[in-house]
């Protein structure tokens, strides 16, 4: 573990033996399958266990929240994890990653997470969720093209982005207009567990 057990205790609380069990698998499997780079495996908590679950800061406290582009099940995951009154659904197109993420969920006995294998686009008006998040899928003009018809009236796009969250915003602001965003902003979460915080852009969708 590359941070320390008590900022991992307070992140995941009673949940911490299966936050370990789901680091283990992604060191294991999760590099042998190619979805976690080998260098990774040294700096899985720092990089990517604690950074997904602090996501969870910026959430309602329940209801539903929709991971676009999953992968090896981050920020998904960590954050099911982190916060059990959530019920999170992994959408991930590519079915070694499909197959991992539904393998993980079993695994970790995770009752509030279900995968979906769909391409985002193709859930365009089958159903919509107060919270959708993507985490390094892509820039955010075109994630929010593919995510915002998913957001219910009122919710919120919540896009990992790191150091380039403030100039992607910049860029994209105009076309998220377009879209039916009622505002977007840059916000800072997982401080001080996490250093630096987590960056995020919010694109809250116009409601009624």
Do not use: Q
């Not at 573990?1 to 949940?15: C, H, K, P």
């Amino acid at each position: 573990m590359d941070v320390s057990r008590e900022t991992a205790s307070r992140v995941f609380g009673a949940e911490l033996p299966r936050a370990e069990a789901y680091a283990e698998l992604l060191a294991t499997e999760g590099v042998r399958r190619g979805l976690i780079g080998p260098r990774e495996a040294d700096r899985l908590w720092s990089r990517h266990l604690l950074n997904s679950a602090v996501v969870v800061e910026a959430c309602p406290a329940s209801g539903l929240v929709v991971d676009v582009g999953s992968g090896a099940g981050l920020p998904g995951i960590p954050m099911a994890l982190a916060r059990p009154e959530l019920t999170i659904r992994l959408v991930e197109p590519l079915l070694r990653r499909v197959t991992f993420l539904t393998e993980a969920v079993s695994l970790l006995g995770l009752d509030n997470v279900e995968v979906v294998r769909s391409r985002v686009e193709d859930l365009h008006g089958s159903w919509t969720a107060p919270t959708v998040t993507a985490r390094a899928v892509a820039p955010l003009d075109r994630l929010a093209g593919w995510c915002l018809p998913l957001v219910a009236r009122g919710g919120s796009l919540l896009a990992v982005k790191g150091d380039r969250a403030d100039e992607e915003l910049a860029d994209a602001r105009d076309l998220l207009r377009r879209l039916g965003a009622a505002s977007a902003a840059v916000e800072e979460v997982g401080a001080p567990l996490v250093a630096p915080p987590v960056r995020l852009v919010r694109v809250t969708v116009r409601g009624r």
